[in-house]
C-alpha cells in the first residue's frame, strides 16, 4: 500500500468512526419503534418493522465499527477528550493525550521539535474554574474568540488564550518555542471545534486501594513504536494530587536495590523508598513491555495494585505522531 492509499484509508476510517459514534442504539429504538406499533393497523407495523431493521443494520455497523476503535465511547479507563483544533502550524504531530472520569481536565499536545502546543479542557464544575467568565470579564487584555471574550497572555515566542466553549467547558490553548504566539495561538483558537477523540492505552486499573479512585489516563510517544500509558488514582477529596501511578512502557533495568519479589505471578522486583522516590515495584509483561507501579504506599499495596491491573490487548495508539486526529 502507497503512502496516500494509507493516508487515504485512515481518514476514511476516521470518518466511519465519527458516523458510527453518532448513530443511534438499535436494540433501543426497535423496542420503541415495537411499543409503538400496538394497536396500529398491518401496514402501518410493517412500516415500522422495515423502519427497526434498517436502524438495526446502521446499528450493527456502528458497533462493528466501535468494537475496531472505540475512541469516543466513554467507558472506565477509556476518557474522551471533547475538543480539538482543524489547524495547526506545519510540522506539528500530536505525542500527547491525558483525561479522566468527570472533571479531571483533559489534556492534547503536538511537538515539532523544541516547539509544542496544548489544549486543555476544564469542567466549570471544577470549583478553580466556575468563575473563568468573571475573570475574564475584569481582564483588561482580551481577545476574542468565535465572538466570545478570552483571556490572552504572553508576548514573543509564548502565549496562552482561555475562553468558555460553552457554559459547561473552559478551553485552554498555549503555544511555546513558536515566533509572533499571539498570533499563532488565537488562529489555533479559532479553529478549535468539537471533534470528540479517545485515550485508550493498554492498561485499566482493576481493584484499588480503599481511598483511592481511578484520576487519569495518559497515552504519550513520538509514533506507535514507543508510546506508553500511564494511569494515576488520588484521593477523590484531592483529586489534582496522584498518589498511585502506574505505567507500561519500553523495558526498564532493575535499578540498584532492587528487591526480587512476586508480581502477576512472574518475578519482578521492589525498590524502597528513597532520596524523595516513591517505592516501586515492576515486572515484565507478556508483550515484553514494563508494567511499573510507584507510589507513596506500602509494598504489598504496590503490588496489589499491580496484580490487579487489567492489559487491554487492542490500545490505540495510531495517532501518536500524526499533525491531527
Known amino acids: 500500500m502507497t503512502r496516500s492509499e494509507h493516508e487515504t484509508e485512515t481518514l476514511i476510517r476516521d470518518s466511519l468512526d465519527r458516523l458510527a459514534a453518532r448513530a443511534p442504539d438499535g436494540h433501543a429504538v426497535r423496542e420503541a419503534l415495537a411499543r409503538a406499533g400496538r394497536g396500529r393497523q398491518p401496514a402501518s407495523r410493517l412500516a415500522l418493522v422495515a423502519a427497526a431493521v434498517v436502524l438495526l443494520v446502521v446499528g450493527v455497523f456502528a458497533g462493528t465499527q466501535l468494537l475496531t476503535r472505540p475512541d469516543v465511547v466513554p467507558a472506565a479507563g477509556r476518557p474522551v477528550l471533547t475538543y480539538g483544533p482543524d489547524w495547526l502550524p506545519d510540522g506539528f504531530t500530536e505525542q500527547y493525550r491525558e483525561g479522566g ?35 475574564i470579564a475584569s481582564l483588561k487584555d482580551q481577545a476574542l474568540v468565535r465572538g466570545r471574550v478570552s483571556m490572552v497572555t504572553g508576548d514573543g515566542d509564548a502565549a496562552q488564550l482561555t475562553w468558555l466553549a460553552d457554559d459547561r467547558h473552559v478551553l485552554r490553548a498555549a503555544v511555546s518555542g513558536i ?22 492505552g493498554e ?33 477523590p477529596a484531592r483529586p489534582a494530587e ?5 505505567v507500561a512502557g519500553a523495558p526498564a533495568p532493575a535499578p540498584a536495590g532492587a528487591a526480587p519479589v512476586t508480581v502477576r505471578g512472574g518475578a519482578g522486583f521492589f525498590v524502597a523508598p528513597a532520596n524523595g522516590r516513591d517505592a516501586l515495584v515492576a515486572v515484565r509483561l507478556p508483550s515484553g513491555r514494563w508494567l511499573q507501579v510507584s507510589g ?6 504496590l503490588i496489589a495494585v499491580a496484580n490487579g491491573v487489567q492489559l487491554d490487548p487492542a490500545p ?10
Request: aromatic share 6%; glycine share 8%.
Open 101 to 135: 472520569p468527570e472533571i479531571t481536565p483533559g489534556v492534547r499536545r503536538w511537538i515539532a521539535g523544541e516547539a509544542s502546543i496544548t489544549l486543555q479542557t476544564y469542567s466549570t464544575a471544577d470549583p478553580e474554574w466556575s468563575q473563568t467568565a468573571l475573570r
Open 316 to 325: 490505540d495508539y495510531r495517532w501518536l505522531g500524526r499533525p491531527t486526529s
Open 203 to 235: 492498561l485499566r486499573f482493576g481493584a484499588l486501594p480503599p481511598g483511592l479512585a481511578e484520576r487519569s489516563t495518559a497515552v504519550q510517544g513520538t509514533g506507535p513504536g514507543d508510546a506508553s500509558t500511564t494511569l494515576t488514582a488520588a484521593d
Open 179 to 200: 515566533p509572533d504566539a499571539r498570533t499563532v495561538v488565537q488562529r489555533i483558537a479559532e479553529s478549535v471545534t468539537a471533534d470528540p477523540v479517545g485515550v485508550r
Open 296 to 301: 507513596p504506599r506500602p509494598e504489598a499495596e
Open 242 to 246: 496522584p498518589v498511585v501511578r502506574a
